[in-house]
């Protein structure tokens, strides 16, 4: 096994992903053998709480302790499921897609793992319509597991059983949320349950379910291998492990990487992605997708990780930044982006379903030269009025993120624009 | 024969068998009504009202709340669609890196706009929210490959390629 | 939802200390407590979903706590020491931008719009202070469906608060309205253009804050809330008394809209009495009396003065020894004793055939005499289990079979304690059921509206769905009389409905008259004393036929059949028919016999179609929505109605006609009559006659009833344009007309206060213009109206009383060779005969047609579409065949749609396929 890389180290860039020989002769499947042989279900969740795992679908929930809400033992609900959120739909997000199609073997091995610890007999990956290349890895990794006896009834003999089905979506970025996730599956309505009941204690079809994404799921076979020590001595600063980083934009060479946790955004930048292109210079940049505040040149030292972004009141998110360079537009890129949350609200809610295309449509007026100056104050409000708990979930939220730290650090783009009736970066006389 | 009978009779024995092995993954059968469409989409393009109901008669679902579905899901088509579906990506990282020029030229190439169909039935273009492929931005997919990142004469190449 | 009986807890509004229940949700504890919040998803009766986000207050943790967050009140429950701001700038801030966003795409049609002036959403708009548009953007608009004859679509004005597909598909299991697409994109409405299939689709109108679901029968003779004058009156449709507000104007009534009443129909109303209003405008109801001077070669009917009429009939009745009347089971408890008073006892009918009548008397027999209480409506919807025998209730009750539908959530809902869920939280309370549902068993000829949510459903003959109930008693408890011959099957079954019924805390059992056989009532009577022998606190709940069955059934009259059809020698007595159509509860034949035998022949009646050849007097009844009176529903409960309408010419209420009658006709009688002017004479007459009745004039406050010495007024109060109210006639301001009957006046002037229940007549308060102003009625949100009347329940169950079971259990029904069984299928609309006079509802009545199970139909060789001959003793029909898959085998169903064919069902029939002409 890869030491440093244990999520990406057995990935081949241009090949196709380890079979599940390959993946066994690298020492994969042992950790699931040794835990079905020697470890209870109470150990795992054990190992994994010391691990200090925390979610890299975007909230940073501790998996560990997640897990401690699912009821245990023999009055337990059943059967328990496990759901794999492999909806990855974020704009600027591709890093789960690059576990599914290159490894698939590690997921299924964490998913055993994660089933086994809260005794969930079935698994659903629910994948995003466009990995068609995924969907295919997975079923065939899913087949040749099942042959071995790594699936199915009674694994390897342990008394253990546990089924995985790959569910794939029809669109709506909303399905990632974990609740509207559930509906999903369920082939009800796609709208964000409120909580609670908590899909703990009550979640797909009414029982005990944790949702958990992709990457989070592809660490626990090295937390199992090697154990919760090593883990946590994998990140730099405070997280544990380490992080699938992206770099999008106008980088000379955009990607995803496995680094350390909390290793700086320059080094990303600079590093691994290569620096900016030619004739591109960095003015600022979403450090973990498109639900994510800006931040600038100041921040480049910063540690990536979860509490180090949130104090300066932005999130590590996905850990996929994307890069604004100074020949592109800021209102321009935050009219996309909230032509993007707009577009995908599942319109429950009425900030959210209506205030998003007010907000979209003010960004597109000032973009295309029609602004007023009382446009920015309302863009103002809508960052508080769609804040936290305002809205149903966290979709309409995660949209002002990036409006509010624009209007903080480019406020002044967007008073030129409202000032010279037009965008600066566009050539005159033409509209976007 | 009534529509009734029509409509029970529209969905192949294949069909029906690839729907029934969905169903089986899941402990209700709502559940495998969006896979139902998709697979009966897959072969036939688009899902028209009679194959809507179709579907939901063998899903055994109420007509209207599997239309709620699929009129909620942006890939499950209601009206007829070309013969090749292309998924311009429209979110930030291909704004980015140029998508704008990719969807200007495909309409000039194929004369036609956002949701449209060319007039041979070949195309039908669509905006599509970022496709996970941002470090190959500007990113297109066409049916059911990635292509990117893509300049507009590459664009032009793969649209003239072998396509029917 | 239920109000909880835990003690009162403490909760700060804006610094005020007031005590609150902690079962409720902060919305409903500022709105009891009579603050105004804003609010369009939450529904008293739906609960809460956290969609509009309308509601917000801020909520801060303690006293040191100043910053505050702001919550959804109707998501956040009300707990001891919670500490809520309404007035608090940010909440104030937020609620008027979620109405602004909600402006954003509302087309601000109101000058056109049927909701305007009774509009949640207008209010609700004045209410947060959004007045100034910012938004410079375009609209965005779609095409609006026709959705059938009763309900009008505009979607151009949805703000997207889903009340609707809530209260369609989750209260009523409606399946065909929807919503379509997301984000700002939302279609809520049918897959494609056709009529509401839903039964309760009515409520649309006003489960709607806006105008996108409108009235289309009020739209046809369109007028402004404030320019109708609105009556309380009782549903005259069904058996279950409904409440209801009937809206008049210039003579015409103009629509119907849920009277809220905390027992009976709560908020809903079925769609046959809110659209069947309109035969009260029919162009051939009887208005003017009519005499018809000969009998001989076809004389007919001429009109004439009241007073003429009456000196005819006086002097034609002089020389009469008897009068034999004809009660109604669709008239006043008050007019069907006026006639037995004129007649005597012994010649009074109650106006019902051999079957209704003796069913009636059986139901009251077992409401009165027995151990197990009669339930209202809304107990049976916080029934925990139960079982319906032989009654198709979205046929026959429509609104005890909503409530049956909110029954099966009961006994799941108990796990939401140990999930820390509360109840009015529907959205958890949904997750967290996840469509379990508890038990609910249905024993019908063929498949009912409820079956989607029935734990088994068993068919069969009606005899054997009784033979199956009296199994099920005496599994029960077995004193109660065995059933023959049971297979295996039937016995699981009987086991499982006998344990399901038997474990439960509140189980029901319901059935009714809907298949005409008596067993099936006695049966059901069986399964509630077993479970109330067995210590189970059970409830019984009946379907009958009309507004008044049971109350003309306590006067103990006779049933029509006997004497029709033995002809007993009448030696030309004369005949009063009160409100009857006797076609539809005598064979034609037999009618016209006994007809002839009378002489003269009177009706009253304000029915048309109800007037046979024979008549010889006509006196133009007021309908029960332009008259006041007493009707007693199928709970037991008698309720008041006012008149709708002022007093026109020529037209009087049934009573007084008879009374009038009494007078010209110099009768004995008319001595108990001659003091009789107005309905509280005629309460104490009836209170000292039938014990039982003893307390029916307490159902509403007597005539003289004041308010500060005001009547009140059945318009609301405007502030301009006073004389507007009879515009369309006279700009000048005449004297409004007069109504000494009631409190009631037909003016806008009288007291502002609100009044007794029972004299409600409209929802209106200060800032609430729409109907969710009922919420200003309620001590307690969703709880009674405040100083609630709901009527007089002249049973109490005698619950340690041991009486017999029923004995003799029917035997199974056989086959017969080449007969089948012809039962009578009641149809909503079709089935009763007011509501059928109603155009709305005449374009929803299925055509008539025997139903057969596919497999019968085979046999008999035919096919959907195809014409049979039925044949039976004094029955020969040709009726088009239906097939149904759900109908039991061997039972042929007689659709109920209007025409008598019914009565003597169920009956062997033999059934030929018609020679194809
Ligand atoms: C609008 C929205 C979209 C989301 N999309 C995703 C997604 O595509 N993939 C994902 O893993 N988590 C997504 N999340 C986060 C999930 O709700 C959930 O927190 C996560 O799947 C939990 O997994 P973790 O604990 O392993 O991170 C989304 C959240 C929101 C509010
Ligand atoms: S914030 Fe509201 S409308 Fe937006 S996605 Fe969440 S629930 Fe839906
Ligand atoms: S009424 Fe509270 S959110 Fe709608």
Not at chain 1, 64 to 70: A, E, I, M, T
Not at chain 1, 278 to 291: D, K, T, V
Request: proline fraction near 7%; charge should be neutral; include cysteine.
């Amino acid at each position: 096994m890869n030491d440093d890389r244990p999520l990406t180290g057995q990935i081949r860039r241009h090949g196709p992903p380890p079979t599940l020989s390959e993946y066994e002769d690298c020492g994969g499947y042992a950790p699931v053998r040794t835990m079905l042989s020697h470890m209870t279900p109470e150990d795992v969740q054990q190992e994994v709480m010391n691990s200090n795992l925390r979610g890299r679908g975007g909230a940073g929930f501790p998996t560990g302790q997640k897990w401690s809400f699912v009821p245990m033992g023999a009055d337990a609900p059943r059967p328990k499921y496990l759901v794999v959120n492999a909806d990855e739909m974020e704009p600027g997000s591709f890093k789960d897609r690059l576990l599914l199609e290159g490894h698939p073997h590690r997921l299924i091995e964490g998913i055993i793992i994660a089933a086994y610890a809260i005794q969930a007999e079935c698994a659903y990956v629910f994948v995003r319509w466009a990995y068609h290349p995924s969907v295919i890895a997975l079923g065939r990794a899913i087949r040749e597991a099942r042959e071995t006896g790594l699936l199915g009834h009674n694994l390897l003999g342990s008394g253990f059983s546990l089924t995985v089905h790959v569910h794939t979506s029809a669109g709506r970025y909303i399905c990632g949320e974990e609740t509207a996730l559930l509906n999903a599956l369920e082939g009800h309505p796609v709208i964000p349950r409120s909580k609670p009941p908590y899909p703990q204690v009550c979640g797909l079809w009414g029982k005990p379910t944790i949702v958990q994404n992709v990457e989070t799921v592809c660490n626990l076979p090295h937390i199992l291998a090697h154990g919760a020590k090593w883990f946590r001595n994998l990140g730099k600063g405070k997280d544990a492990g380490t992080k699938l980083y992206a770099v999008s934009g106008r980088v000379k060479q955009p990607g995803v990487w496995e680094l350390p946790i909390g290793t700086s955004m320059r080094e990303i930048l600079e590093h691994h992605a290569g620096g900016m292109q030619e004739g591109y210079a960095f003015r600022a940049m979403q450090p973990g997708g498109g639900s994510t505040g800006f931040l600038t040149e100041d921040h480049l030292d910063l540690a990536m990780d979860f509490d180090s972004l949130s104090s300066v009141g932005s999130r590590l998110g996905t850990g996929t930044a994307i890069v604004l360079d100074d020949r592109t537009c800021p209102v321009g890129f935050v009219r996309n982006l909230e032509h993007f949350f707009a577009q995908e609200s599942c319109g429950w809610c009425t900030p959210c379903r209506d205030g998003l295309p007010w907000v979209e449509r003010l960004l597109a007026d000032i973009d295309n030269g029609n602004g007023r100056p009382q446009d920015v104050e309302i863009l103002e409000r809508h960052v508080t009025l769609l804040g936290p708990g305002r809205t149903y979930c966290a979709h309409a939220p995660g949209a002002m993120e990036p409006l509010k730290s624009a209007l903080r650090y480019f406020r002044s783009d967007f008073d030129r624009h409202i000032h010279d009736q037009r965008c600066p970066w566009k050539s005159q006389g033409t509209e976007a | 024969m009534s529509r009734d009978e029509k409509i029970r009779s529209m969905l192949t024995e294949e069909e029906k068998g690839m729907i029934d092995e969905e169903l089986s993954h899941y402990p209700t059968t709502r559940a495998g009504g969006i896979e139902a469409l998709k697979i009966v989409q897959r072969r036939r393009g688009w899902i028209s009202d009679d194959l809507l109901l179709a579907v939901a008669h063998h899903v055994g679902m109420a007509p209207a709340e599997l239309d709620r579905s699929a009129t909620f899901y942006n890939l499950i088509f209601r009206r007829p669609i070309g013969r090749h579906v292309v998924l311009v990506c429209d979110s930030v990282s291909c704004w980015l890196m140029g998508a704008d020029r990719l969807r200007d030229r495909l309409r000039h190439r194929l004369g036609v706009g956002a949701g449209e169909t060319t007039a041979d039935g070949r195309f039908t273009v669509l905006p599509n929210v970022c496709l996970g492929a941002c470090d190959r931005a500007p990113a297109v997919m066409i049916d059911e490959t990635l292509h990117g990142p893509l300049t507009e004469d590459e664009l032009d190449r793969l649209l003239d390629s072998q396509m029917p | 939802m239920t109000k909880g009986n835990t003690d009162s807890i403490t909760i700060h509004v804006d610094g005020r200390s007031v005590q609150a229940d902690p079962q409720r949700n902060l919305l409903e504890s500022c709105l009891s407590l009579g603050f105004d919040l804003p609010y369009f998803c939450w529904h008293p009766a739906m609960g809460s979903v956290g969609a509009c986000r309308q509601c917000a207050v801020k909520q801060f943790k303690d006293e040191s706590d100043q910053a505050g967050r702001i919550v959804m009140a109707c998501m956040t429950p009300s707990a001891e020491g919670t500490r809520i701001s309404i007035e608090d700038s940010e909440a104030r801030e937020f609620r008027a931008s979620v109405i602004e966003w909600l402006m954003l795409n509302h087309p601000h049609d109101c000058p056109v719009c049927d909701e305007g002036g009774e509009c949640h959403l207008q209010d609700m708009t004045v209410m947060t202070g959004h007045v100034s548009r910012r938004y410079r953007e375009s609209k965005r608009t779609y095409r609006n469906q026709d959705l059938g004859p009763f309900v009008t679509h505009e979607m151009n004005r949805c703000i997207q608060c889903y009340r609707c597909v809530r209260f369609y598909r989750d209260i009523a299991g409606g399946e065909d309205l929807n919503v379509f697409g997301s984000r700002d994109r939302l279609y809520f409405g049918r897959m494609t253009d056709g009529t509401l299939e839903s039964e309760f689709s009515g409520n649309l109108v006003e489960v709607c804050p806006t105008g996108v679901f409108t009235d289309k029968t009020l739209s046809r003779h369109y007028a402004r809330k404030w320019d109708m004058q609105s009556t309380p009156s009782i549903c005259s449709h069904c058996s279950v008394g409904c409440n209801v507000h009937l809206s008049e104007r210039a003579g015409i009534m103009r629509r119907v809209t849920n009277r809220y009443h905390s027992r009976i129909n709560g908020y809903f109303l079925c769609d046959r009495g809110r659209f069947g209003y309109e035969y009260v405008n029919h162009p051939q109801r009887l208005r003017r009396p009519a005499v018809r001077a000969s009998r001989e070669n076809s004389v007919s009917l001429i009109p004439l003065m009241p007073a003429e009429a009456l000196a005819q009939l006086g002097v034609r009745l002089a020389q009469k020894k008897r009068i034999v009347g004809v009660g109604s089971p669709r008239a006043s408890l008050e007019s069907n004793y006026a006639l037995r008073t004129l007649v005597g006892g012994e010649h009074f009918f109650s106006g019902m055939s051999e079957v209704e009548h003796h069913h009636a008397s059986l139901i009251l027999r077992v409401l009165k005499g027995g151990p197990a209480p009669s339930w209202s409506v809304q107990e049976v919807e916080q029934a925990d289990a139960a079982l319906i025998l032989g009654e198709d209730l979205g046929h026959t009750a429509p609104r005890l079979a909503l409530a049956l539908r909110q029954s099966v959530r009961n006994q799941p809902m108990e796990q939401l304690e140990r999930l820390n869920i509360p109840r009015w939280q529907d959205s958890a309370v949904r997750t967290a059921l996840h469509g379990q549902k508890g038990p609910l068993y249905i024993g019908t000829v063929a498949g009912t509206s409820l079956d989607d949510v029935a734990t088994r459903t068993f068919r069969g003959a009606p005899n054997d769905i009784a033979r199956l109930g009296c199994a099920v008693a005496h599994k029960i408890y077995p004193d109660s009389p065995k059933s023959s011959e049971l297979s295996l099957s039937e016995a699981d079954l009987i086991r499982e409905i006998a344990e399901a019924l038997a474990s439960a805390k509140r189980p029901v059992v319901v059935a009714g008259t809907g298949t005409g056989e008596a067993w099936v009532i006695k049966a059901a009577a069986n399964v509630a004393w077993a479970l109330r022998r067995r210590g189970v606190a059970a409830g019984i709940a009946f379907a009958l036929q009309e507004c008044n069955t049971l109350g003309v059934a306590l006067l103990d009259g006779r049933s029509l059949d006997r004497t029709a059809t033995t002809g007993a020698d009448r030696n030309r007595d004369a005949m009063i028919i009160l409100e009857n159509d006797l076609r539809r509860r005598l064979e034609k034949p037999t009618l016209d016999r006994w007809l002839e035998q009378f002489d003269p022949v009177i009706v009253i009646d304000h029915v048309d179609e109800a007037v046979p050849d024979h008549a010889d007097f006509v006196f133009p009844a007021a309908p029960i929505a332009c008259s006041d009176g007493t009707l007693v529903n199928n709970e037991g409960c008698a309720q008041r109605f006012f008149s709708a309408m002022p007093k026109e010419p020529d037209v009087e209420e049934s009573w007084r006609w008879i009374r009038d009658i009494a007078r010209h006709a110099s009768r004995d009688s008319f001595q108990s009559m001659s003091n009789w002017n107005r309905l509280e004479d005629i309460h104490d007459a009836i209170a000292g006659e039938f014990p039982l009745l003893r307390r029916i004039g307490e159902t509403a406050p007597p005539a003289p009833f004041r308010i500060w010495d005001q009547k009140i007024p059945r318009a609301p109060h405007r502030f301009s344009g006073r004389t507007a109210l009879p515009m369309l006639e006279t700009i000048h301001e005449p004297q409004p007309p007069d109504d000494p009957e009631s409190p009631l006046a037909f003016s806008m002037e009288g007291t502002p206060r609100q009044p007794p229940s029972p004299l409600i007549p409209f929802f209106w308060a200060s800032r609430w213009n729409s109907n969710e102003a009922v919420n200003k009625f309620q001590d307690e949100i969703g709880g009674p109206l405040r100083n609630e009347n709901p009527g007089v329940r002249l049973f109490d169950a005698q619950s340690r009383r041991v009486i017999p079971f029923f004995e003799n259990a029917p035997p199974r029904c056989d086959r017969r060779n080449n007969q089948l069984l012809l039962v009578p299928i009641p149809r909503l609309f079709g089935a009763e005969e007011l509501s059928a006079r109603s155009s709305a509802i005449r374009e929803r009545i299925p055509q008539a047609a025997v139903v057969l199970n596919p497999r019968d139909a085979d046999r008999l060789g035919v096919r959907k579409g195809h014409a049979i001959d039925i044949t039976a003793p004094g029955l020969v029909r040709r009726l088009p065949v239906e097939t149904d898959e759900t109908m039991a085998g061997g039972v042929a169903g007689l659709l109920v749609v209007g025409d008598g064919a019914y009565v003597t069902l169920p009956a062997w029939v033999t059934l030929r396929r018609a020679p194809s002409t």
